[in-house]
């Protein structure tokens, strides 16, 4: 007879973006006959200090259970970690899982702490209750993109360092998503038998047509003209201030064209005020947050990632499989899925002029465009599918059961 495992996903917040996705991907793919699965997310919003977000209510509608841990913050506060710690501790003590996920840096390393302390009390029944044994949990974690990759400086960048490691040893297994983060998280002392490469996957999804997603982001935008545009929480991570001065050079070399950014965040305020100095408001729009964006992923003819760092970022799936044609930044996770000049192109990190410069020749050529969506969306599908990550997170769990 098989019993069935119990296993509790984390996340640190509840919106709607790559590490939610994959949290939902798993929490709803894995057999309901051999697992008893629930999710517990902080808030939503930016900081996931807000009322839980779409994750809470899709989790819902497919009948998962799911756990508000509103003391799960995305920024690190000595105090708010402590209390988050304590509040997973007590949740670990209460759903008595045999594996825990952790999914985002934040909740990995709170998480992971928390599960180790919550293993040190139930191994301590052992020697009352032999039986307490099979109780200790599997600590998992994937990470979404090494920290350590973002803008800092050097003492922080250190002390990010240090929290990665630390996280990763107090984890039974590591999931990496792309092929350098794997080799880097790999080089950690004492770290490398635990690090797993598991790429992210696609669920092929139904999408709008070319014109109805582009009547319902933007009406009264030209539909002559190439459309441009992401999908993006509003973060320094994502570099869109690059996108906007790319848009400002090739307004002012004549190029007809429109952007579309779908997606809110801290940033928004700042990137209005970039709008109106590189006087694309006509061309430009911050549409906001705009749910199952992308279902609407037809309506452009070209997507940008000019992103710092990702993941593996689900966007480019989702674009190639929506038949656009590609422009990101070369950076671990997107040159997993494009090869440039194969799959779409990459230019370097941060630089208006080199992205102008990509962009530039997709706009003006659709042939272009064609050929490198139409090979960008058959990767995807071919390399890219649900059942190789289902298959290889579950050999991870059976493997550290």
């Known amino acids: 007879m098989t019993v069935m495992k119990k296993i509790l996903f984390v996340i640190t917040k509840s919106n709607w973006y790559g590490a939610q996705k994959y949290t939902y991907q798993l929490a709803t793919s894995l057999p309901r006959n051999e697992y008893d699965i629930s999710v517990a997310f902080g808030g939503g919003g930016v900081l996931g200090n807000e009322p839980p977000g779409l994750l809470k209510s899709k989790l819902e509608e497919a009948r998962i259970r799911t756990v508000f841990v509103p003391e799960l913050m995305r920024d690190v506060f000595l105090l708010t970690d402590l209390r988050a710690a304590w509040a997973l501790y007590k949740l670990f003590c209460r759903e008595k899982p045999n594996i825990i996920h952790l999914s985002s840096s934040k909740a990995g390393g709170v998480g992971a702490f928390a599960a180790r302390i919550y293993s040190i009390k139930t ?10 044994y099979c109780l ?14 973002e803008e800092r400086n050097p003492i922080s960048k250190l002390l990010i360092r240090l929290a990665t490691w630390t996280t990763f040893l107090l984890c039974h297994a590591v999931i990496m998503i792309s092929e350098n983060t794997y080799a880097r998280a790999r080089a950690f002392p004492w770290c490398r038998s635990r690090i797993h490469l598991v790429y992210n996957s696609l669920q092929p999804y139904e999408l709008l047509s070319k014109s109805e997603a582009r009547a319902k982001l933007k009406p009264g935008f030209p539909t002559d003209v190439p459309w441009i545009g992401t999908i993006a929480e509003l973060t320094r991570n994502k570099s869109l201030d690059t996108l ?5 050079i090739l307004k002012r070399d004549g190029r007809k064209f429109v952007v579309c950014v779908i997606g809110g965040g801290e940033e928004k305020i700042m990137l209005e005020k970039l709008i109106r100095k590189e006087q694309v408001e006509d061309i430009f729009s911050l549409v906001g947050f705009v749910p199952e964006a992308s279902h609407y992923l037809t309506a452009f003819d070209i997507f940008a990632l000019p992103s710092l760092k990702e993941g593996l970022p689900y966007v480019l799936l989702e674009a190639g499989f929506a038949k656009c044609a590609v422009v990101a930044s070369r950076i671990p996770g997107a040159t ?10 990459l230019v ?20 272009e465009r064609a ?20 298959t290889k997170t579950e050999t991870i769990y059976k493997n550290q059961s």
């Open 123 to 132: 191994l301590a029944l052992y020697f009352l209750l032999p039986t307490a």
């Open 244 to 248: 906007v001065r790319a848009a400002g």
């Open 336 to 345: 997993d899925i494009i090869t440039h000049n194969e799959h779409g192109l």
């Open 348 to 367: 370097p990190v941060g630089d208006p002029e080199a992205l102008a410069k990509e962009l530039r020749v997709l706009i003006e050529h659709a042939n």
């Open 371 to 390: 050929r490198f969506a139409q090979a960008l969306r058959t990767r995807v599908l071919q390399e890219f599918s649900s059942k190789q990550m289902l």
């Open 136 to 149: 200790l949990p599997r600590i998992i974690f994937t990470s979404h993109g090494l920290p350590l990759d």
